[in-house]
């Protein structure tokens, strides 16, 4: 019988070049938020892909872009990191935007800051939304400016390409046993995955700046004899003048929110979940370190 293998592939990319949506895809469970804003992902996210005897952990990591602010500068760090930590790192590219100067810039940054003998693929991705002459293109382009492992054209959302890419993949891993019991599909805690949903939904609803500025955290979480599950949670905002944003008119805007992420936790558990929303005000939670950790991040110095 041949040896198991298991190991870890980074997704990295520029913000919305669909990190999260294909690593919900390749799991099939929704293990990392999506939204149309840039971003969204702040951590390193887990999923746990099993084929036959092999293992893949895919990392989606935060979207890497120039960092401005403390917490950017955090979420371009986890990013790096994952890939540094990596077996193999797959740059996503989103097939409509091309090679901008973002994916430019990922590209050398890369090759001064990762292992040159680490397996580097490229994944286009939403080829569903482009002409098939704008792909073969942006291939030359790709070659033009490095070397890649390999160049897989993907959908996510459509599932297409993907097991050619793992299937690739898992030979790169190396032999050992399986990091991940064969029922689990990612390491995120439930308490943790019920505020990433959560300020999903609140991302979803509000404009500019304000979702950059607020974070979720779970505070209590209360399991009951009849199966349903009580959950108190804590949304946190920079400025006092948030909070009637937040509630929205007659709180119906954290009323909707609280409803829909309700519902989409209630269908991935299996039960009832009683959810109930609290605003808080703390000027300091983009300087509180245990913010940060609850969000899988280190606290970079100021």
Known sequence: MSATRAGFVALI???NAGKSTMLNALVGVKLSIVTHKVQTTRGRIRGVLNIERDQIIFVDTPGLFAPKRRLDRAMVSAAWAGAGEADAVVLLIDAQKGM?????????Q????????KPFAVAVNKIDTVRHDRLLTLTTEIMELHEFARVFYVSSTRNDGLDDMAEWLRGLMPEGPWLYPEDQVGDASLRSIAAEMTREKLMLRLHQELPYQLTVGTDKWDDHADGSVRIEQTVYIAKEGHRPIVLGKGGQTLKSVGQDSRRELAEMMGHPVHLFLHVKVDPRWLDDGERYAEMGLDL???
């Open 13 to 15: 990319g520029e913000p």
């Open 100 to 108: 901008s100067g973002g994916v430019k810039r990922i590209i050398e």
């Open 110 to 117: 890369y090759k001064h800051q990762i292992d040159p003998e």
């Open 300 to 302: 970079p110095e100021s």
